[in-house]
């Protein structure tokens, strides 16, 4: 059966959502915090697996307007519900308004509730109450401007929770903003790849995904893979063949620092989690310290943003800090997220290009400083700290 379907995902990184989904072999339309696509139950598992920066993937059950109860229920009931919903389906329902004659929440979700019981229990012959005790499909109904999307989840815990996170420190980088803060920049695995400040290690171990092109989602199941409809010898499949497009034998040159030696431990332990610990190089290191001889490598990071007055002074001191350590690497290009929209001033060099991102609901600015790389090993002689 093909779906029409959403990949959602944070403001500001749609396009790379849409680009994934490209090189996957997907035509896409790119609308504001969400992707359009087709697929069958095998793409809903594939791309559940395989994009990094999406939040979830969603099957669109249908759109219309609606200005009144009495549309939102008809609409609703009309369509062929136990087509998805096996008698026994538990559904809860959420739901969203915004700009829309039918502003209660409540009230809305209540309304699309019954429609879809109605609906369910005529096709089912059911003249009591439905069990809901079965497998779970999760359902959105979202209004915005009287238009009225009706969605089903099929992912279950956003996508960013890969599974390997046993560990975190304050403030963490969700998973999926960490792969699209890599993605962004201008990395290939034969690279060296530095995270200065790695914190729980959610960069580097993202990297090494990348660098190894390990499916996000291996190491986790998703809600639909229950559904009586999935088969599970198809999901079996697709697991396999996505295992078998990893690469284990490329040579990845992926480092990650941090100035507290317990997060440090923390992000070997989620390293281990996931088989990547040999992947990177760990150490505790200030970033004060921080020196390498390498080249044509890329930096990303992300400081501390300095979000109480009381850490302010703490954080621009670490911001020159940077600016002092990374100055000499001209063959590195350098990507650091904050919410510290001064932070060129205290780093101490304006950045060749800034990003509008959310990291959460938090505005941030990706700072991205491009270097020029050093073409042959004649060059290195010009290699400067200047």
Sequence with gaps: MKFKLI???????????????????????????????????????????WLRTADRIKIVVDEFKAQTFDELFEKTASNQWDRLLPMDAEFPVEGRSRNSKLHSVPDVQAIVKKAIVNSL??????????PETGAKFPLEIALNKDQAML??????????????????????????????????????????FIDPMCGSGTIPIEAALIGRNIAPGFNRDFLCENWPWINA?????????????????RQLDISASDINENMVEI?????????????????????????????????????????????????????????????????WSKYFLTSDLEFENFYGQKATKRRKLYNGALRTDYFQYWGKKVRNMSSLSNYSAD
């Design 233 to 249: 010898e198809m999901v079996r499949r697709v697991r396999d063949e996505a295992d078998s497009k990893a690469d284990y034998d």
């Design 151 to 192: 969605t089903l989840d099929t992912t279950g815990p956003s996508l960013f929770k890969r599974g390997y996170r046993i560990e975190k420190g304050p403030a963490p980088l969700k998973e999926n903003m960490a792969a699209a803060l890599i993605l962004l920049t201008s990395w290939y695995p034969d690279m060296p």
């Design 267 to 331: 992000a070997k332990k989620n390293a281990e989690e996931v088989g990547l610990l040999a992947d990177i190089q760990f150490k505790q290191l200030a970033v004060a310290d921080f020196k390498t001889d390498k080249v044509n490598g890329v930096i990303v990071a992300n400081p501390p943003y300095g979000e109480r007055m009381s850490e302010k002074k703490q954080v621009h001191e670490l911001y020159r800090q940077m600016g002092r350590a990374f100055k000499p690497l001209t063959s």
């Design 7 to 49: 990949a959602t995902c944070a403001a500001g990184i749609e396009a790379l959502v849409g680009k994934e989904l490209r090189d996957l072999g997907y035509e896409t339309q790119v609308e504001n915090g969400r992707v359009r696509f087709v697929g069958d139950e095998q793409d809903i598992i594939k791309t559940n697996l």
């Design 121 to 130: 229990s005529t096709a089912y012959h059911r003249h009591t109450r439905l």
